[in-house]
């Protein structure tokens, strides 16, 4: 099976380390394409960069579906365009937030979240809300690194993201730690084994459990809202990305 891994934001450095998370779990059948679009945010950290994000994601499950993927994975903590993709695709499209609370509910009774700015966190929150997991997210915090700072030796980004969730844990009364940034995937193992306690990336859970649902014969459903967008004429900047065949 095909599973194309979308980076929404427009860092080529974060696609490739994302690509090699998911191609890290991917099982032998899995070919695993990371891509991003060609617009955007080079970082995603806040709901105006997530709007944008959205519709690069829309641009890219559009091309992937035309190339045959069998699922997608929406590599941002936000799940930016999840719904609006799911539209376009026939496979299963999985947010990485989306896919880690999933995880993280089946393995304590409560998970604590540690992200980047605390500004996203009101973005987690809704996500919490969306999906239902209010009784089981206990806490999110941020530790106010930047998503591009992440990999930036001088942001002692690993001590502080370890001792966020050490606090969170205590604090939170919670089971699991669920990381709130694809550009934390690296860091899981590492973190899990200091902490102690499950330890869920988003990546690694939105590819595995794309995997069961493909291997399930399970598909997006087409009956309701996210049947496929309704034909019309686009205009303007979004001219080449209406609905209907893909653009050449
Ligand atoms: C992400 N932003 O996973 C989110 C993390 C965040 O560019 N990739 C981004 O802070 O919401």
């Given at each position: 099976m095909r599973i194309d891994v979308i980076n929404p934001n427009t860092t080529a450095a974060m696609t490739a380390a994302?690509?090699?998370?998911?191609e890290a779990v991917a099982a032998p059948g899995t070919r695993i394409v990371a891509r991003q679009p060609a617009f955007g945010a080079p970082s995603i950290e806040g709901h105006h960069d997530e709007a944008w994000a959205a519709a690069g994601v829309a641009t890219e499950v559009r091309a992937g579906q035309s190339e045959g993927a069998d699922a997608f994975v929406v590599a941002c903590f936000g799940d930016p365009g999840?719904?609006?993709?799911?539209?376009?695709?026939?496979?299963?499209v999985l947010g990485i937030a989306e896919a880690a609370f999933h995880c993280a509910s089946m393995l304590a009774t409560g998970f604590s979240v540690v992200t980047t700015l605390t500004r996203t966190c009101t973005i987690a929150e809704h996500l919490v809300v969306q999906h239902g997991f209010e009784r089981r997210c206990r806490g999110i915090h941020g530790t106010d690194i930047a998503v591009l700072d992440l990999d930036d030796p001088a942001s002692d980004a690993y001590v502080r993201i370890r001792a966020a969730a050490r606090d969170a844990l205590q604090r939170d009364r919670s089971g699991a730690i669920v990381l709130g940034c694809a550009g934390m995937a690296d860091w899981c193992r590492r973190l899990q084994q200091d902490l102690g306690v499950p330890v869920v990336d988003g990546v690694a859970a939105a590819v595995k459990?794309?995997?069961?649902?493909?291997?399930?014969?399970?598909?997006?459903?087409?009956?309701?809202?996210?049947?496929?967008?309704?034909?019309k004429a686009y205009a303007g900047l979004a001219a080449p990305y209406g609905p209907g065949p893909v653009r050449a």
């Open positions: 994302i690509g090699r998370a998911a999840v719904a609006a993709a799911r539209e376009v695709a026939t496979g299963p459990l794309a995997e069961a649902l493909v291997t399930l014969g399970l598909g997006t459903s087409k009956h309701g809202d996210y049947a496929p967008p309704l034909p």
